[in-house]
């Protein structure tokens, strides 16, 4: 996925990346491992969304970001697992009665998901250190990419806290938790998205330059992150059950069941009637502000990064819908959240190229 995103970027008129860029560092090489790193959050997501739909989250109950990389090994360390599990309230309220080999399935998920981000993690940190240690970070990038580490870092701690919000009194996190950890995850991918655009333009023009956030684009970026939120909070909520048909949710514009929970924000982060409401009607205004920003790419040269945008646009309503249609089906259903990020990393790549220079757009 992270070459995918590599080669739409285009940042050089033949299609490929110089190997570097003489005193201002390797951009190229920089931009290829952010590329990638990219590519591991996406997947990083699609397991979180395997994670969601099969109740697994809660599954592992303690934080060990070193002792907790290795799995349990014996009878006894599982044993020890599910101990702590069946003291939580998930066990209690949903699953009295479960066997050790159902827990040891939801584990595998949980298990994975978190093994992925510390391997994100060294993904990231190893190669930083070394770049820095040869000196291939160009002049003006290194706070920045001190601060996408702690970016990383922070989301592992958004995530820590979003499991202890659902371990006592409830069955699953708080959506208004698990929304932001969404969140946190998305607002990382679009800046490492960003920079290696940046180091990619660096590649192709050899001198830092970097591009600027324009109003328009900021402007339909938020809406689509916007978006990705109320689908956050419509897994949260298992928003996506109260209605299997479309366009009309249960044979209504509006539906029955939309109650005022005692102020907005309660209301919005927990009537699942209505997040589900939101999500499927904000969805026309995103998809109409990408096809805006779709053709503003084509206007620009950039063909190629349009045509991206689009497909992946209306892919994204048609998973949508499907989502909806088939009662959430858990194969279409990850799909659709992996494709609203990946969404949004092209989104970014196409405010980067928006926000260029007037004339220094490459054809796409």
Not at 67 to 73: D, E, N, S, V
Not at 134 to 160: D, E, H
């Amino acid at each position: 996925m992270g070459k995918g995103m590599a080669e739409i970027a285009q940042t050089s008129p033949s299609g490929s990346l110089p190997a570097s860029a003489g005193p201002n560092g390797r951009p190229a090489l920089l931009a290829r491992w952010l590329f990638v790193i990219a590519g591991l959050i996406l997947f990083m997501v699609a397991v979180g969304g395997v994670t969601r739909l099969t109740e697994s989250g809660l599954s592992i109950t303690e934080w060990k970001p070193v002792t907790g990389t290795l799995p349990p090994l014996s009878a006894e360390q599982w044993q020890k697992e599910f101990d702590l599990y069946r003291e939580s309230s998930q066990y209690a309220l949903m699953n009295q009665g479960m066997t050790l080999e159902a827990f040891k399935r939801i584990y595998f998920w949980e298990y994975i998901h978190r093994l992925l981000g510390r391997f994100i993690g060294l993904a990231y940190a190893v190669p930083l250190v070394w770049f820095a240690a040869r000196r291939a970070i160009p002049r003006g990038f290194a706070v920045r990419l001190l601060v996408l580490l702690g970016l990383g870092g922070a989301q592992g701690a958004v995530g820590w806290m979003m499991v202890q919000s659902g371990l006592v009194d409830r069955v699953n996190v708080e959506p208004a938790m698990l929304s932001a950890h969404l969140g946190m995850a998305l607002i990382l991918l679009a800046a490492v998205v960003w920079t290696a655009c940046d180091f990619a333009r660096l590649a192709r023009e050899g001198e830092v330059r970097k591009a600027r956030w324009g109003l328009a684009g900021a402007v339909v970026v938020l809406i689509l992150f916007l978006q990705l939120l109320l689908g956050g909070l419509t897994a949260g909520l298992r928003a996506g059950y109260v209605s299997n048909t479309w366009p009309m949710m249960n044979g209504r514009f509006i539906p029955e069941g939309i109650e005022y929970w005692g102020s907005l924000w309660m209301t919005l982060t927990s009537d699942s009637f209505l997040v589900h409401f939101l999500h499927r009607w904000w969805a026309i205004v995103a998809a109409g502000a990408m096809l805006w920003m779709a053709g503003r790419l084509h206007d620009a040269g950039a063909q190629r990064l349009s045509y991206a945008l689009t497909g992946a646009t209306l892919m994204q309503v048609m998973l949508g819908i499907a989502t909806v249609l088939t009662g959430v089906s858990m194969v279409i259903a990850v799909t659709h959240q992996v494709l609203g990020a990946l969404l949004l990393a092209i989104a970014i790549m196409a405010a980067h190229r928006l926000g260029s220079r007037p004339g220094q757009q490459a054809a796409a």
